[in-house]
C-alpha cells in the first residue's frame, strides 16, 4: 500500500499563488504516476495536474495550463502543485492519487489507487 499525506492548502485572495506538498509513504516503488485532482461542493472530483513518477513528464487540465506547475523529489517520495495566479473557480479539496498500474486514461479518477485526506484551498474574490 501507499498513504499519502497533503498539506499546503489555505486562504488566498485572486492572483495569489500556493504550493502544495503531497507525501508519500509505504510501497512507493509501486507508483507509475502521481496526479493531484480537486473536489469542489456539489461537483464531482476532477484531474487537476499530474506526473510520471519515472521520466518526470507532466500533464494538465485545460483549466490550470499556464498558471499551475507539478514537480516531484522522488529521493523525498514528495509532489508540489505550484498555484499561481488562482481564481475563485479553483477553490476545492485538493487530494493527491497514486496510480500504480499506469493502464487507461491518466485523467480518470477510477484509475487511481490511493488518495490521500486532502487540503482545502479557498480563493477570495
Known amino acids: 500500500q501507499v498513504q499519502l499525506v497533503e498539506s499546503g492548502g489555505g486562504l488566498v485572495q485572486a492572483g495569489g499563488s500556493l504550493r502544495l506538498s503531497c507525501a508519500a509513504s509505504?510501497?512507493?516503488?509501486?507508483?507509475?504516476?502521481m496526479s493531484w485532482f480537486r473536489q469542489a461542493p456539489g461537483k464531482e472530483r476532477e484531474f487537476v495536474a499530474g506526473i510520471y513518477w519515472s521520466g518526470g513528464s507532466t500533464f494538465f487540465a485545460d483549466s490550470v495550463q499556464g498558471r499551475f506547475t507539478i514537480s516531484r523529489d522522488n529521493a523525498k517520495n514528495m509532489v508540489y502543485l505550484q498555484m499561481n495566479n488562482l481564481k475563485p473557480e479553483d477553490t476545492a479539496v485538493y487530494y493527491c492519487?497514486?496510480?500504480?498500474?499506469?493502464?487507461?486514461?491518466?485523467?480518470?479518477?477510477?484509475?487511481?489507487?490511493?488518495w490521500g485526506q486532502g487540503t482545502q484551498v479557498t480563493v477570495s474574490s
Open positions: 509505504g510501497r512507493t516503488s509501486s507508483v507509475f504516476r
Open positions: 492519487g497514486v496510480d500504480t498500474s499506469g493502464r487507461g486514461s491518466s485523467r480518470s479518477v477510477s484509475l487511481y489507487d490511493y
